[in-house]
């Protein structure tokens, strides 16, 4: 898909990946909509690229559908849908406070792998309505899982489980929406420098960074937003998880 001219929904778009992938689109003339849990973090990143800001929890059905309608209203039907709102949680199955809370594991489930099959469900449910594009296509959406759907680690149970399921559903998803000329493909990252983790010191950045085999360094958002416009452009790509992590594979802890 040419991404000139067409409207992009970038969920997380306020923060790290999604803020990234929101202006790496925009410079290549996509009229945006930045969707975010955080109101001002989707203000300030809309600025940026001069788009549009809609505060909605993903997870939520009521609030999805009423950001969707904002979308269609305020610019057009939108062609592209990349899936960045997510949440790290972390917890042993078993640890010395006793059993992993249960309501932890279905927050990340919940936001992580409900929510990206919200946002997914209403888009294609718009995107099918509109005319085709080059090639017959209608909409292109990006998901976002993490190499923690493959290699989780030590007290990543929930975590893992979570993208493990947007790793499992891209396929199925890429043949349900083929009738109507929509795509879907899923990036596993491996570890990006995002404030997801600036809460980690610096010294322990440096040694997650120096695990990477080559480049032996944190990935950067940038990385991750061009390989979401090269998906959006490449008509061959879909159903498909592509780890971008710079062969990484995550140790136990
Ligand atoms: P980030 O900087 O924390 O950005 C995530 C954004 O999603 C935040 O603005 C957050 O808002 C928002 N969000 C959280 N829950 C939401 C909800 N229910 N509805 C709407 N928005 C919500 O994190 P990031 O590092 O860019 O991560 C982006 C995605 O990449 C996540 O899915 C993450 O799991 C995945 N990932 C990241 C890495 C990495 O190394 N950074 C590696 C693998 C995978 P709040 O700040 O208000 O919570």
């Known amino acids: 898909m040419n991404i000139k001219d067409v409207v992009a929904v970038v969920t997380g778009g306020g923060s790290g990946l999604g803020a990234a992938a929101a ?21 300030r990143s809309a600025r940026r690229v001069n788009g549009l800001a809609i505060s909605c929890d993903v997870s939520s059905a009521e609030q999805a559908e009423a950001a969707f309608a904002t979308v269609e209203g305020e610019l057009s039907t ?19 406070d006793g059993p992993h ?23 294609a449910s718009h995107a099918q309505e509109a005319e085709p594009l080059e090639g017959g296509e209608r909409g292109v959406i990006v998901n976002t899982a993490s190499v923690a759907a493959y290699d ?15 790793v499992s559903m891209t396929l199925p998803i890429a043949r349900d929406l083929s009738r109507a000329g929509i795509r879907v493909a899923t990036i596993a990252p491996g570890i990006f420098r ?11 950045q440096q040694s997650l960074g120096a695990q990477v085999p080559f480049p032996p360094r944190l990935g950067e958002p940038e990385e991750y937003a061009r390989l979401v416009c090269h998906i959006v452009e490449n008509q061959m790509l879909n159903g498909e998880t592509i780890r971008l992590d710079g062969a990484i594979r995550m140790a136990p802890k």
Do not use: H, W
Not at 26 to 34: F, S, V, Y
Not at 103 to 112: G, L, T
Not at 152 to 166: L, R, T
């Open 101 to 123: 809370p249960l309501d932890k594991f279905r927050k990340a489930v919940e936001v992580n792998l409900v929510g990206t099959f919200n946002m997914i469900r209403l888009f």
């Open 78 to 96: 939108a062609r592209i849908l990349v899936n960045c709102a997510g949440i790290a949680i972390a917890g042993r199955t078993v640890s010395k």
């Open 23 to 43: 202006l790496a689109l925009a410079q290549r003339g996509a009229r945006l909509a930045i969707v975010d849990l955080d109101g001002e973090a989707a203000e």
């Open 194 to 204: 995002t404030p997801m983790m600036d809460v980690l010191p610096e010294e322990a």
């Open 152 to 166: 989780g680690q030590v007290g990543q149970a929930a975590y893992a489980a979570s993208k493990g399921g947007i």
